[in-house]
């Protein structure tokens, strides 16, 4: 659980689910018109990698969350993925915040 | 060989007794009875010619008599006495004076100022001795002070003590002291002459006493003395010429035409140094070299970054090496499970699986970090408890007070510890659980393994280290080295020449050729290239590439030689005046070696040329001050030379000579002050110390016509 100086700084991003005909991607908008990207139809470890590294980045300079809006307000089975997906995630940027602060490996420009 | 300065040979104050005057005829008695070998006749406020020639003439080939007075001195409203002995050359003259000085005047009512004193005789090379101290009327300090600074020559002021003790004192403290027998009746002479001071060497003449009080402070023999020497039986040539020598707690000149062997007499004398357990080694200028001295080329250069107080990274290097990527989870495994429906009723029921595993790795910093503090606190409670000399410096009362508190600090963390520990286990153990339902879950109902964690921690994590790693390694690579700065040499003029060494750690940017690597197993290559990757590494820790730049550094040729920081290091030694880089020439290069090994602080210093490569003024005005101070704390210098510079302007106790001829090898041994030479083979005649030293040696005459008045040379 976030611990309340956490809470205090932690902002929420939005994820969404992108339904089209030939795959269906989880939406991460990291903020700053940045919108990654993860493919849930097809295995894409080093895209993955890729929006990890992303993500890394982004906590350096604060700690966020994503919270999963389903535009199409479907229970699917990629809304499944997802809330589950985001829901562990959510979990390892907060673990992962820590250890950089931890580190002092954030970017001081508070 | 004793030596009297202060005699009466007249009553001639009305004070004085009247057993102190004697005859030409009772004088000659008396002192063929002593040892006596110089006096000098010091009547009061008076001088008799024609006294002193006839004794003189009486004693001549049993002692030599100097001219002399004892003169009341009024300084500073106080009397004093003072001794006068010109150089008997200047015997005439000096009776003049003396006769001046004394028209209307007797011996009783005559007083005189040291200014008159000094301006009267001083031209007549005299030796001045005033009573200092416990022998009255005495001189002070000041007056004494005075009489120096208006001499021409400071080393002929004497302060004359009242007997061999006090002298041993003023010549310990580096006073010119002398004492004489002040005889009251010479009755008693032969008895009183027993006490009178030896002289260190035998002296033929005025002059060669004035350069042995020239030479240092300790003229006379004392029971302070030190200075003594030691006879050596040396077997260098085998048996058929056994070397006999005597080795002097002073400067000792073995001189002599190239091809007689010096060399290795040297070498033989110290052979039996080192054998009694006095470690030396014979200097052998131009052997050896400068750069070779000081490793410029730093065969036997090394160091660690340790040594600069910087951190070698051995271990961040070998993760490094080591490291890999960790995979992050595979999206078909989320499909996968949430594809298939959940029928089996107790799988559906298990909430467990569903939760989210929770960090683990926060609380176990904390619980290290406090852990860490513990254990340093319960350290130091333990060193504070046993160490004695701290609770007797401080008192049992305030470590008592110390402990109290920090046992409390203990506690509390100790406490604080339990709680992360506990904390920990409970995510831990709750992690595992997750873990164990959802692989048994999947086990037992045959489907697919619910995915616990999408990679990210795991991924980050990694990330991080490398991160860290990099971060730390970088850091080291960029510290400046103060380059180190050793004392070379006096170069003169020119300044002091130091050794630098220069150490830099390869960046990737260092390309000065000058520098090579501290380790001996790296090349340069590897360090730079390996130093430029790690310094482009960190651009791409949170990017793809990370992993195809961490194995391009790995497959740099030799690059597994570059295991920590050390291996990065690099050197350039050089020499430097005033900062500025500089080449000594072979000269100075001689100067620098010479110097430096007579600084060494030893009992005995063996030299075979020191005058090679060098220039006469530092001879004169660096080496030949230092063999001097070298001699006055009684340490043996054993000098092989050519040079008159040494061998003449050192003053040498002992000088050895060594001569050929169409029948062999001869040892002749003497000094300055004898001016002779003297072979103890039967047979050779004795040589003129002089003569031979003009003869033999490089620039003889000149060192002797500098010094040409106190040799007497003309």
């Keep these: 659980m976030p611990s309340e100086k956490e809470e205090k700084y932690m902002e929420t991003h939005k994820a969404t689910i992108n339904r089209l005909e030939d795959k269906t991607s989880l939406i991460l908008n990291i903020g700053e018109g940045e919108v990654l990207e993860i493919e849930l139809t097809e295995d894409k470890p080093n895209e993955v990698k890729r929006v990890f590294n992303k993500l890394i980045s982004f906590l350096k300079k604060g700690s966020f969350e994503f919270e999963l809006e389903d535009e199409d307000e479907k229970e699917d089975l990629y809304f499944h993925i997802c809330t589950d997906y985001v829901g562990q995630l959510n979990a390892e940027l907060l673990s992962i915040y820590q250890e950089l602060e931890d580190y002092q490996l954030l970017e001081k420009n508070e | 060989m004793k030596i009297d300065i202060h005699t009466h040979t007249k009553k001639c104050k009305q004070g004085d007794a009247e057993s102190r005057n004697i005859s030409t005829e009772k004088f000659d008695e008396i002192i063929r009875l002593t040892d006596v070998k110089i006096l000098a006749i010091t009547n009061h406020n008076h001088f008799d010619l024609q006294q002193y020639q006839e004794i003189k003439t009486k004693v001549h080939d049993t002692c030599q008599i100097w001219p002399g ?7 500073n409203g106080l009397k004093a006495h003072l001794i006068v002995i010109p150089n008997p050359k200047n015997v005439n003259e000096f009776n003049d004076k003396v006769a001046e000085l004394l028209i209307d005047k007797t011996p009783d009512n005559f007083i005189i100022s040291i200014d008159e004193t000094v301006s009267s005789f001083d031209d007549f090379d005299p030796i001045y001795i005033a009573h200092y101290f416990g022998k009255t009327p005495n001189l002070l300090d000041e007056g004494v002070a005075r009489l120096i600074d208006l001499v021409k020559n400071e080393t002929r002021v004497l302060k004359e003590a009242s007997n061999a003790i006090s002298a041993g004192i003023f010549i310990s403290h580096g006073h010119n002291s002398i004492y004489g027998s002040d005889v009251q009746n010479w009755d008693e002479y032969q008895e009183i ?18 350069l042995l009080l020239e030479k240092d402070n300790a003229t006379i023999n004392t029971i302070l003395d030190k200075k003594t020497p030691e006879p050596l039986h040396l077997n260098v040539f085998g048996v058929a010429e056994l070397i006999d020598l005597d080795i002097y707690n002073d400067i000792n000149v073995l001189f002599g035409s190239k091809g007689t062997g010096k060399t290795e007499i040297l070498r033989s004398i110290s052979k039996y140094y080192n054998d009694i357990g006095f470690e030396n080694k014979v200097y052998e200028s131009n052997a050896l070299k400068l750069e070779v001295v000081y490793d410029l080329k730093g065969r036997n250069y090394d160091a660690e970054s340790s040594t600069f107080e910087i951190d070698n990274c051995y271990a961040e290097l070998s993760r490094l090496r080591s490291v890999t990527e960790k995979n992050v989870t595979s999206l078909s495994a989320y499909l996968r499970y949430f594809s298939v429906d959940e029928t089996n009723r107790i799988s559906r029921d298990l909430k467990i699986k569903n939760y989210t595993k929770e960090d683990s790795t926060s609380p176990e910093r904390d619980f290290d970090e406090i852990r860490g503090l513990y254990d340093r606190f319960e350290q130091f409670i333990d060193f504070i408890g046993s160490d004695q000399i701290l609770t007797d410096v401080v008192g049992e009362e305030l470590i008592t007070e110390l402990n109290g508190v920090l046992k409390k600090i203990s506690l509390k963390l100790k406490s604080v510890s339990k709680e992360k520990f506990r904390d920990l286990k409970s995510i831990s153990l709750f992690n595992q659980i997750i873990t164990v339902f959802v692989e048994e879950i999947a086990r037992k109902t045959g489907q697919p393994q619910k995915p616990i964690s999408t990679g990210f921690k795991e991924y980050a994590s990694n990330r991080i280290k490398i991160e860290r790693d990099l971060n730390k390694i970088n850091e080291s690579i960029s510290q400046r080295i103060e380059p180190s700065i050793d004392y070379v040499g006096d170069l003169g003029d020119k300044g002091h020449l130091d050794c630098q060494t220069n150490v830099k750690i390869q960046n990737g940017f260092i390309g000065d050729t000058n520098y090579q690597p501290v380790k001996k197993n790296v090349t340069k290559t590897p360090q730079k290239s390996v130093a430029s990757a790690l310094r482009t590494l960190p651009n791409h820790i949170y990017a793809n590439s990370l992993f195809e730049k961490i194995n391009e550094l790995k497959q740099i040729d030799n690059s597994d030689t570059i295991t920590s920081i050390s291996d990065l290091l690099l050197f350039y030694r050089h020499f430097t005046i005033d900062n500025e880089q500089y080449t000594p020439s072979t000269g100075e290069s001689s100067m620098v070696l010479l110097h430096n090994e007579l600084m060494e602080d030893k009992e005995i210093y063996l030299i075979d040329e020191p005058e090679k490569s060098l220039g006469n003024d530092y001879i004169s005005n660096v080496i030949v001050p230092i063999l001097k101070r070298h001699a006055l704390s009684g340490k043996k210098i054993i000098i092989v030379t050519h040079d008159a510079n040494i061998a003449v302007r050192t003053l040498p106790y002992n000088s050895i000579y060594r001569e050929h001829d169409a029948n062999g090898y001869y040892t ?14 039967e047979g050779k005649e004795d040589l003129d110390w002089k003569e031979i030293s003009m003869k033999t040696l490089e620039g003889g005459r000149d060192a002797f016509g500098e010094r040409g008045k106190i040799y007497g040379n003309t």
């Design chain 2, 668 to 681: 002749f041994l003497g000094n300055p002050f004898t001016n002779s030479l003297k072979c103890k083979i």
């Design chain 2, 69 to 75: 007075i004892e003169l009341d001195i009024m300084e």
């Design chain 2, 193 to 210: 002459s027993k006490y009178l001071p030896d002289l260190r060497l035998p002296v033929e003449s005025f002059e060669q006493f004035c």
